[in-house]
């Protein structure tokens, strides 16, 4: 959020002036005084205006807190204000998008989905970490429709190789002949393993 309230750079009252006269030393010394408090009054406008709104707020958070019954001024200020906007905008109809939006203010990595109708009266909350799970928890509790029930889903996306290692139970082979006249069977792309077997089918046990 930018203020400009009438210029952007630092005063000095001498720019205003003829030139000639910053050569007197005391003159110079006196405008540079004034300078100076106009300064400051330019920089207490702007704080003053940044306290109107929750986005850019720092210590005019306490009076939106206590119009919003929040008692947080233990918290990080960022998180402060996610929490205050979260609340400004539970009035507003929840839906899928909004939900959404809600849960990546109090969720770090702001990447958090919101999926619906996974199930009968169900969503799901896509996270890729564990940051914050509490807060998220809290959230959606307070802004979900009643009658809905939700997952809290841990997604990890890589380009490793991922290996699932079991134990047989059962296995059943069945040998399959080629016929008479296919002397060979072709397969397209890569063959990973090839299980064949015989016209009798023998079940083993581990």
């Known amino acids: 959020m930018i203020f400009n309230l009438l210029r952007t750079y630092k005063v000095d009252v001498l720019r205003y002036l003829p030139k000639f006269l910053s050569k007197d030393s005391t003159f110079k010394a006196t405008q540079d005084s004034l300078s100076e408090e106009h300064?400051?009054?330019?920089?207490?406008?702007i704080d003053i205006c940044k306290q109107l709104f929750v986005e850019s707020a720092t210590w005019g958070l306490d009076d939106w807190e206590r119009v919003y019954g929040l008692h947080n001024k233990h918290?990080?200020?960022?998180?402060r204000r996610n929490l205050l906007l979260v609340k400004m905008r539970g009035t507003q109809t929840i839906t899928e998008s909004k939900l959404q939006?809600?849960?990546?203010?109090?969720y770090p990595p702001k990447n958090a989905i919101v999926r619906e109708?996974?199930?009968?009266?169900?969503f799901k909350v896509i996270v890729d970490t564990?940051?914050?799970l509490e807060e998220v928890?809290?959230?959606?509790?307070?802004?979900?429709?009643?009658?809905?029930?939700?997952?809290?889903?841990?997604?990890?996306?890589g380009r490793v190789g991922i290996r699932i290692?079991?134990?047989?139970?059962?296995?059943?082979?069945?040998?399959?002949?080629p016929q008479e006249k296919d002397n060979h069977i072709e397969t397209r792309g890569a063959v990973?393993?090839?299980?064949?077997a015989v016209a009798i089918r023998e079940k083993v046990h581990y």
Do not use: C, F, W
């Open 39 to 45: 300064e400051k009054q330019r920089l207490l406008i």
């Open 75 to 79: 918290l990080p200020v960022d998180q």
């Open 101 to 106: 939006e809600i849960v990546n203010l109090v």
């Open 117 to 122: 109708n996974t199930g009968p009266n169900t």
């Open 130 to 132: 564990i940051d914050a």
């Open 137 to 157: 928890r809290r959230v959606v509790e307070i802004y979900k429709p009643a009658h809905l029930s939700y997952l809290i889903s841990h997604s990890l996306a």
């Open 165 to 177: 290692i079991g134990a047989v139970s059962q296995v059943e082979r069945i040998h399959i002949m």
């Open 192 to 196: 990973a393993r090839v299980i064949g």
